[in-house]
């Protein structure tokens, strides 16, 4: 009888034991599900992020491309993208540019902005680095996430052949 019993503890914690290692595991194993889901959710963030500011510029550019709308500038000590509209003989602006590891947008009118501070604009997105370059009538517009990653875009500015002439 006693052989019985020094078998059924034998029997119970080989059983404990092959339910804490499996309760280890799958511990571990949700652990890393998770930080893989946090890795792959900030890398969809950042590309959303960078995929998102040049669209938005983009779109603003091409709603804004009229006969000298378009300019690359530097107020305030910074690079910003002039998008500018007459309406009614007023000249009305809309400056977007990259301040505090943000894109930014400000909007007023012409003359109001000339000494813009950083933090004068409305948040667009959040970003670790943004350049823009223009080269004749070609804006190459670049964001760039913290983890190094990059995206450029390139915009042919067609209201300045209208400017030209």
Do not use: H
Request: charged content about 25%; proline content about 1%; some cysteine.
């Amino acid at each position: 009888m006693l052989r019985q019993k020094d078998y059924r503890s034998a029997e119970t914690l080989l059983m404990l034991l092959v339910f804490g290692i499996f309760a280890v595991l799958a511990v571990l194993l949700t652990l890393m599900g998770a930080k893989a889901y946090r890795s792959i959710s900030r890398q969809m963030d950042e590309n959303n992020a960078l995929r998102s500011s040049l669209s938005y510029v983009a779109n603003k550019v091409r709603a804004g491309d009229t006969a000298g709308g378009v300019s690359l500038e530097e107020r305030g000590g910074m690079q910003v993208l002039c998008l500018s509209e007459t309406v009614d003989g007023d000249t009305y602006e809309t400056l977007l540019y990259f301040a505090d590891g943000w894109l930014r947008e400000y909007a007023a009118v012409a003359g109001y902005a000339d000494e813009i501070q950083p933090d004068s604009g409305e948040k667009i997105v959040e970003l670790y680095d943004f350049s823009m370059q223009m080269e004749e009538n070609l804006l190459t517009l670049t964001a760039a996430a913290e983890e190094g990653d990059s995206v450029s875009l390139k915009l042919t500015i067609r209201s300045e052949e209208e400017a030209l002439q």
